[in-house]
């Protein structure tokens, strides 16, 4: 097959010429991902806007571009990009500017180390990621967390007591869950006897959903903190605090904010299925054999997807104290049981 | 009535006792608080109403009417005058035995410039500190700016560039140094601000635009981290004087005000209004129109509630929660049921003194039934859904807690006060039109939490249409209105005539003196007494919790600033 002898050309080249290989992949990835993602998030935002229509029996963007409202995105866009962009008098100017650039590093960053899929070429599969690093899981926690940063920033330097409560539920609010979310992580990498996203997954003959159930638990609703939704949406309750830390923004410095929460949701999801629902891993499809894990992966995407948005059409949101109250007297203790669990079956799996 | 008589000799000026439910005494302003407390301690007038001030400017008196009653121990409203003369009037103020007197008496200051003795805090509240000193409700007030010079607003650009349209006090007058005596008192940023106590405190605003707030009122919270401390509460913003507006037009065209105080209770307003007139006039409308009136007066309260609990729910979770569109889904079948009657979805105008505008049109039980039916099983849905969702009696359950004791001292009403374990109903208490003849329950809670608030709602709605039905089974034929003369033009005299609005008890009392306007129109409205106990309900809660317990009252800042 032809695609094979692409690889094979492709991978001795690239062990004659590792530098140059690592940069072209670099480059090119940057490129293919930004776009993927943003392009992705888009596409999350406008199903969470059909879908949450469909739940509140209303209908959702049905003007711009079809009865789907397929380009009120680009609408969107086209609106915050050509907003007036004001600063407040009293804010902290180069914080205030900074920080949400430094919120679209971050999901950069996080994006870099994570696999989109595979393609199967001859019965193997060849994962889409382009630093495939050693300890990429750990990576993308760390990096997530940096998103904390970014809030406090965007909360501080905005001279706004609405943004300041924002960016302290915030920041209360990551902390207690990044640590029960970091111990699910070392849970799975200890049945997969590895930090790298792509043996995570490929050691996933078992869904670790099953495997750990109350691992999977937990780091879903983790998840669901970290990424700043309903019931656990405290930093930005638009009926207490305006609009929490995103409250003195206006036009695409308030886009780009309101966006990264997007990519985050659709790169959260994405974790979450390599992590817990085998990734990729299926069976092969007829005629799309090549594609097969793709279908699968983006299956699972979208099923998480859906998930995450009708739980924010049902529920009603927390309190602060009863966040951070069942993130530290709860999840942390249940995730050390869990990552005792995993010890322990891990060592009888392997 | 004669107990007091024989309690205070001499102190009684004037009685009447009007019927086993009204009994209005003139008594002396020197033994006023005297014979409130041997009212209170020993004759369980525990409810204070309300209080209005009349200016008799023919006689040169000023009257101020206060209104107790009990809270279910016995069903007498007694309608005690003091009168005062009209230069320096003075009372001795009731603050020190009743609460909530409070708000009551600082209205009447404001407006009628007539001092209370040992009021704690007596600054306006409705009106903005230029208008202060004027006493705008007096008779004798020609306008501010004074009409009759034709000054206007003058526009002034500030230090900070903003344009702002300042009324000045009127040049003539400064000319002359004769300026009314403004008076002095610290103003409400001054008494907040006063109460910052250390670096770690800040003042927080919620208002008056904010998405708490179901219309425009100045919520400001003194917060330490994410408690709060103290609460402040500024209204006024848009107070539209229909008070004084309903004493400028005749009998009938009062009626379109009072639907203008709270749009979704404007059958329970304009049959309050309506009601009172009924009195001064002498006549009770036809048994029909009395059917009519409640099957209307139920329908607003099933929507009002339905609206106030819908909008509750989107406080506590983002407008993404979805009950709220279905329960405004749900609404839209009884709105179309009052449109069928009424002709209007919101200011119906529809009850008229002695009978309704229309009867109702043909086969409306038949289109009420199924809807009232569906309704039924909808509320039961959601109050079921309610109940089995963990984080929503997470975020209600103990919080803004009123004990029985404080409901009452607070003087709140409606569902707040029957969520603590308190029965008083209007409906009840004060029985008007058919009431008397229907099956109904006073839906009652224990626990006086934010819960407790919204699920008696929501059970009242299920009494609601209960009553709706038996209405529909009983409503005889006949006429709908009485007949009564083109121009109205009741004799003098007085009438309070409170009914249940969906939000508690609203009375009004209406004052004669025998033209085609009336003298003076005095609304009590039930949310007038919520935002008064809002600050200290508030004490001690979290930030969010602010959002529960001020969206279980459900409260209308129109009707505060009517």
Redesign the interface.
Known sequence: MYLSTIIETVSAWAAQEPKIYALAIGLIGAAIISAVINIGAMAVVWLERKF?GD????FGPNRVGSRWGLLQLGADAIKLFTKEDSIPRGADKPVYVWAPIIASITTMLVAAAIPFGALRIDGKDYPLVVANMDISAFYVEAALSIMTIAVFMAGFSSNN??SM?GA??GIARMIAYEVPMGVCVIAVALMAHSLNLVEIVESQTLWYAFAQPLGFIIFTIALVTDLGR??F??SE??????AGYTTEYGGIRWGLLYFQEYINMLLGSILLVLLFLGGWNGPSIPVITVLSPMVWFLMKVLIVLIFLIWV???????????VTDLGWKWMLPLSLVNLAWAAFVGLYFA | MSAIQSAFPGAVLESRVESDRRLWITVDPKRLVEITQFLRDKKDFDHYSGAAGVDRINENLFEVVEILTSHGAHQVVVLMKVKVPRDKPSVRSLTGLYWNANWYEREIWEMFGINFEGHPELYPLLLPDELVGYWPWRKDFKGYPDTTTGERAIEQVGPDGYTEFKIMPHTELIKAGVLPERPKYPTFREREEAEIKSDSEMIMHMGPQHAIVPGPFLLDLLIEGERVKKAFLDVGYIHKGIEKIMENRTYLQGIVYTDRMCYLASITNNEAYCGAVERLLGITPPERAQYIRVILAELSRIQSHLLGTGEFLTLLGAATYSPFQYMIIDREDIVYLMESITGARITHTFVRFGGVRNDLPDGFADKARPILKRMRERTEEYMDLLHSDPIYTRRMRGIGVLSPGDARRLGVSGPPLRASDTPYDMRREDPILVYPDLDFKVVTRKAGDAEARVEVRLEEILESIHIIEQCLDQIPDGPIQEKLPKKIKPEPGEAYYRVEDPRGEMGIYVVSDGSEKPYRVKVRGPVYAYMQALPPLLEGAYVADVVAIAGSMDACTSEVDR
């Open positions: 949450l739940i509140q029996a209303r007591k609405y409560l302290f539920r309903i019931p949406d405290q309750a638009e009926e207490e605090i305006i924010r059409g049902s529920l009603v949101r927390f309190r602060i104290d009863q």
